[in-house]
């Protein structure tokens, strides 16, 4: 089952935030952040680990709320780099799998 | 310094004919997955090696095999290609299992079936 991202796309201008949300209805054991350019493999962002935490990485950090069994990446003051599709990938509590289950993904649109 | 390489980048083949897609490491990673990433859609996870020990989805159709002959190198065989299966081909490999661990991407493979 897949998780479910939102929003589908966002366009943004240069130096705006950006939120984008990553939920589950199965019990998650850890979350991964990955952006992808056209044409291109997923780059890693970062991981989150269940037992609840918050990562950050320059202006791109990440929470995860194990309770809610969602996880959210923040994207503070937007660089035109970031524009890309982003997934989270998540691996379940107790599911004895360890390859990822992709969400949907997130188009993100950085504007000058 | 290349991590993960995949080979070719691009592959056409013709529908129905055998085609495999390679793999190779440098990371020393005990654990390899193959994805299929459909135009405009998610990576889908068809199978993973954690060392020898192979994985296989349970929604992974039984045209792909997988073998990974040691540590470096993992192949993925579509045994008769359809149109259906034209796709970016995704290799990753992460140190450990569980995971806990980053998975690394290598550039993909994008199959083309005529």
């Known amino acids: 089952q897949q998780p479910v991202q939102s929003p589908q796309a966002v366009i943004l201008r240069e130096g705006e935030d950006a939120v984008i949300n990553c939920s589950s209805s199965k019990a998650l054991y850890s979350v991964h952040w990955y952006r992808q350019k056209h044409g291109e493999a997923p780059i890693f962002l970062m991981i989150l680990l269940k037992g609840g935490e918050q990562k950050g990485h320059d202006k791109i950090s990440a929470s995860f709320n194990e309770k809610k069994q969602q996880s959210s990446l923040y994207l503070t003051a937007s660089q035109l780099s970031y524009s890309g599709t982003y997934f989270c990938g998540t691996v379940y509590s107790g599911g004895g799998a360890d390859g990822l289950t992709f969400g949907k993904g997130t188009h993100l649109i950085i504007q000058p | 310094d290349a991590m993960v390489i995949q080979n070719p980048r691009y592959q056409v083949t013709q529908f129905g004919k055998p085609v495999t897609l390679s793999c190779s490491q440098t990371?020393?990673?005990?654990?390899m997955y193959w994805y299929q990433q459909k135009s405009s859609q998610a990576p889908k996870l068809l199978f993973h090696?954690?060392?020898?020990?192979?994985?296989n989805e349970a929604d992974t159709p039984d045209n792909f095999q997988s073998r990974r002959p040691n540590t470096s190198f993992c192949f993925l065989d579509i045994r008769s290609p359809g149109l259906g299966d034209a796709a970016m081909y995704l290799c990753?490999?992460?140190?450990?299992?569980?995971?806990?661990?980053?998975?690394?991407f290598g550039p993909g493979t994008r199959l083309t079936v005529l």
């Open positions: 090696y954690y060392d020898k020990d192979f994985n």
């Open positions: 990371l020393n990673h005990n654990v």
């Open positions: 990753a490999t992460s140190r450990v299992a569980g995971g806990v661990d980053t998975q690394y």
